[in-house]
């Protein structure tokens, strides 16, 4: 079993940048692929970005590519998302995903990106 716990949502302005974290639990992070997936009301979820279990690959959606970088830490079990130059249409509760067999979700944090 693996818990996710994500944090560092919040609301912010056009243009602005926020960092997520999702802290990992329970299991050898390091077996793990991790990613980060949006969803809004209505829509499906979506992958946003996600690295390999030693950082050697990452994948970007086609939407947020050089505006986000994914990056984690193993020692600390912790995968970061940071978003810059965000715009209106990031605007999702953003939930962490660990995957090797099995596939863990976190409860997702809240990003609003509004004037």
């Known amino acids: 079993q693996v818990q996710l716990v994500e944090s560092g949502g919040g609301l912010v302005q056009p243009g602005g940048s926020l960092r997520l974290s999702c802290a990992a639990s329970?299991?050898?992070?390091?077996?793990?692929?991790m990613s980060w997936y949006r969803q809004t009301p209505g829509k499906e979820r979506e992958l946003v970005a996600a690295?390999?279990?030693?950082?050697?690959?990452?994948n970007y959606a086609d939407s947020v590519k050089g505006r986000f970088t994914i990056s984690r830490d193993n020692a600390k079990n912790t995968v970061y998302l940071q978003m810059n130059s965000l715009k209106p249409e990031d605007t999702a509760v953003y939930y962490c995903?660990?995957?090797?067999?099995?596939?863990?979700w976190g409860q997702g944090t809240q990003v609003s990106v509004s004037s």
């Open positions: 329970g299991s050898t992070f390091s077996w793990y692929t």
């Open positions: 995903n660990a995957r090797r067999i099995t596939v863990y």
């Open positions: 690295i390999g279990s030693t950082s050697a690959s990452t």
